[in-house]
């Protein structure tokens, strides 16, 4: 069992910045990769970052290359993502996923992120 904890999300103004973190706890050594999803109302869950966690090879979305990284700090378990240059289109819930070897996915609890124009 994988536990992620989200945090940073909140409210900013377009342009701003915010910096997402997700903490994983439980059976983390058998990750394949972490990453980012957000969820607009009214719309699908997107993928909108994610990092390999053997090889640190990345992905990102269109809608956010150049305004969003992917980083990781292995001693804390965690993965970030810095969002700048934030739309309001940018707006959803950011869910936080780890999908193991063993071909499970994991789901944080969300966290949102208001941009204001």
């Known amino acids: 069992q994988v536990t992620l904890v989200e945090s940073g999300g909140g409210l900013v103004q377009a342009g701003g910045s915010l910096r997402l973190s997700c903490a994983a706890s439980g059976r983390t050594s058998s990750t394949y990769s972490k990453g980012w999803f957000r969820q607009a109302p009214g719309k699908e869950r997107e993928l909108v970052s994610a990092?390999?966690?053997?090889?640190?090879?990345?992905y990102y979305a269109d809608s956010v290359k150049g305004r969003f990284t992917i980083s990781r700090d292995n001693a804390r378990n965690t993965v970030y993502l810095q969002m700048n240059s934030l739309k309001p289109e940018d707006t959803a819930d950011y869910y936080c996923?780890?999908?193991?070897?063993?071909?499970?996915?994991?789901w944080g609890q969300g966290t949102q992120v208001t941009v204001s124009s």
């Open positions: 996923n780890l999908d193991a070897y063993y071909g499970r996915r994991y």
């Open positions: 990092i390999n966690w053997s090889n640190d090879n990345t």
